[in-house]
């Protein structure tokens, strides 16, 4: 198969000729994304804003210079994302949108309307037939999936139930209803270990199914109520609670590859990837805290392959940090499963040439 390419920007910087502004217009361009915006699209550019009490999401200025170039391009850019499933300050779209401008992501920075595409209460809903292993349809936001054409920027970083999470859990989640990300959390069921629980109710009051109780001071989850979110194993503050996969992990992987490729299943040739290697943090953005990062700050990737972007990215920080920092931090989780699936199911290709803007030559 021919070789996918991934270009990359590192983070130096000597003049404003080549500062972080100049060099994402230049991904943008040697990318190519603008033969994937006609005249007048609209056009979605799926992002993260994230959780309040977060840092580390992406910069609005540097979504703000994308947002230009798509306008350049001729398109009608619009910033977007979906209500979360756990309970938070994105749950709702007016909540959401008050999170997302308090981030920065005001219209008088980023030069770009917010519009929540899963509506106020996570109603706006398109089903997407696929007709693939685990799912026939997926339940993607409407105003993602009317749109014409889409940027997806994301923030590559870790996540405790996917090993990491970059383009692949950014279209999946991301683009998903809420009962679509109920369904790619169905086979996920946390277990309390009394041993460790300190008695905190942390997770009793974040719980949005009401399906955690205190017995003994000690918590408990009742796996019948409970719908899966994982968002009481990222508020434990002594990792008490951990995943007990009904099924092999690599299910709940396989069902966020069905989702993202139902995510951009009616855009073929109309999408395009940026990846930001930086500020790798442990977990996901949706944490309303920020940890400290795991690797170092690497650069900034964008290909119209997210299998090979995604596939860069990881490669790129192994290689940085010696290791697989993402298996250390979430032992027993193989991230890699959702690039081999997406690569299976047709969405891209593993193998890839990474060129630096800069100097034109491959890096590997």
């Known amino acids: ?189 946390p277990q309390v270990d009394p041993e460790k629980c300190i008695g905190c109710r942390k997770c009793v009051s974040i719980c949005q199914t009401k399906a955690i109780s205190m017995v003994e001071k000690k918590a408990v989850i009742d796996s019948q109520v409970c719908y899966g979110c994982g968002e009481c194993i990222v508020v434990c503050p002594v990792r008490a609670i951990s995943d007990q996969w009904a099924t092999d992990s690599n299910i709940f992987l396989e069902k966020m590859a069905e989702y993202a490729y139902g995510a951009v299943s009616n855009k073929k040739g109309k999408v395009g990837y940026i990846t930001f290697v930086m500020n790798i943090t442990p977990l996901c953005d949706c944490a309303g805290w920020s940890g400290r990062p795991i690797a170092n700050d690497i650069g900034v990737l964008a290909s119209k392959d997210p299998v090979a972007l995604e596939r860069a990215c990881l490669d790129l920080i192994t290689e940085s940090a010696g290791k697989d920092v993402f298996k250390e931090a979430h032992s027993g989780v193989n991230g890699d499963a959702i690039i081999d699936y997406a690569e299976e199911m047709g969405m891209g290709t593993q193998s890839y040439e990474l060129i630096n803007i800069h100097t034109g030559k491959n890096i590997f």
């Open 1 to 189: 198969m021919e070789k996918s390419k991934v270009y990359f920007s590192d983070l130096y910087a000597t003049s404003k000729n080549n500062n972080m502004s100049a060099n994402l217009k230049k991904l943008f361009d040697k990318a190519g994304f603008s033969d994937i915006i006609s005249e007048n699209d609209q056009v979605a550019v799926k992002l993260h804003f994230g959780e309040k009490g977060n840092v580390t999401f992406l910069n609005p200025v540097n979504v703000r210079q994308i947002v230009d170039k798509i306008k350049e391009s001729g398109g009608k850019p619009f910033l977007t994302d979906t209500n979360t499933l756990y309970s938070g300050s994105r749950t709702n779209c007016v909540d959401h949108i008050q999170t997302a401008i308090e981030n920065g992501f005001a219209y008088s920075v980023v030069g770009a309307p917010i519009i929540i595409a899963d509506g106020m209460y996570s109603r706006n809903s398109e089903n997407v037939e696929i007709n693939k292993k685990h799912f026939k349809e997926v339940k993607i936001g409407g105003e993602i999936y009317n749109s014409d054409s889409m940027i997806v920027i994301s923030h590559f970083k870790g996540h405790e139930m996917a090993g990491f999470g970059g383009v692949m859990k950014n279209l999946a989640m991301g683009c998903a209803t809420a009962p679509g990300k109920q369904m790619q959390h169905s086979d996920i069921k």
